[in-house]
């Protein structure tokens, strides 16, 4: 009997001492408990993009600190990662600064009867643009060096142009994009995704927390680029020659300034390359001297390195190698006289030029050379034909210039 009441008399403390544990401990009320740094989710803001290409730009990333009153029971069950701090804007119809109100939620299990709660700031200040999209150039800049004799070529971005979704204001100011390759003595191309900054018309960064961009479609949040590494080699430039008119290569004097050019490409291209062409010449057109600016073109797997977009090509011929005379030309021959007429050469003497080496020039009379008049096709009447001047014997010697006779073509 007495063990029985003792048994009791123990239940009964415990189940005190439990009911002060819960009156004093657990549902003791705990005042201004700090929650704090609690973001704000706004609600309707997908609703106000799609229906009026709206965005909310300044306050977006908005918190709250909260001072809580509560059981600390419940407080336990609070944190700055439950705690909801709700802002409605799918009432915003235009850009422009708001000051709203805010409601709090609280974890599923706690009842906002549970909590008093006191918020700073009271109301949350936005500001919301209009929404819009530009496609603007993708440029890149290498931050870094290529080894000695290397040349670093035009770097290559893909994409090189992305289209820009973002605040009106902030697009507004986007000229260009722009990646940047960190890299040192490079001696071989590089290829490399990069992060890309948004630029402005003065070459200031921009701030893009606001902003996508996206290319063929799809969203781009780095940009590859190419940067071609090639060899440099200094090249001469030379001028060429088609032999004719009693002239070759060998009989002229000529000069470029300046005379090398600096260019880049692959070590294989490189190699075959020896010289550069800058003027071609037909000598058997060629009677004066020549002074001109020709412009350097590059074949397209070559890069002009020192830019150099002209020469000065001075040509003449050697008069200590080549002799220049004009000779009486009064022997005609037709040739190819068309059936059924009879040809009359009505001119009767032509002043040929010919040119050649000086000891055969010397060499050369009136009787060495004729015109040969060919009638090919031709039809009844008197015309100007054009003839052709044969030396005999001339060796290296020829005619310059163009010359013509007037024939007579009459019915048999």
Known sequence: ????????????????????????VVNQEVSNEPIDDIPVTFTGADQ???????????GADATVDLRVTCSRQTLRRLSS????????????????TYTLTYSIAYPTGVANSDVAANGTPRTISITVERFTSKTVPVRGILSGSVAEGYYAAAMECSPNEVTLEGPESLINQVSYVQVILDQADLTETVVQNCEFTLIDADGNPLESEYVTATANGVTVDTIEVRQPVLLMKEVPLTVEFVDGGGLTSADMIWSCTPNVITVAGEPEVLERTNSITVAQFDLSTLVDAVSEDMPVTLPNDLVNVAELESVRVNVSINANRVATETIRVTEFVPENVPDGLTADVMTVQLSVAIRGPVDQVEQITADDIRAVVDLSGLSEGTQSVPVTIEIAGGGDVAAIGEYSAAVSLTRE
Do not use: C, G, H, Q
């Open 1 to 24: 009997m007495k063990s029985k009441l003792l048994s009791i008399a123990v239940a009964l403390l415990a189940s005190f001492s439990l009911w002060v544990y819960v009156v004093t």
């Open 48 to 58: 106000i993009r799609e229906d009026y290409n709206l965005v909310i730009t300044d």
């Open 81 to 96: 990662s439950n705690i909801s701090i709700v802002v409605d804007v799918s009432r915003i119809r235009e850009p422009d």
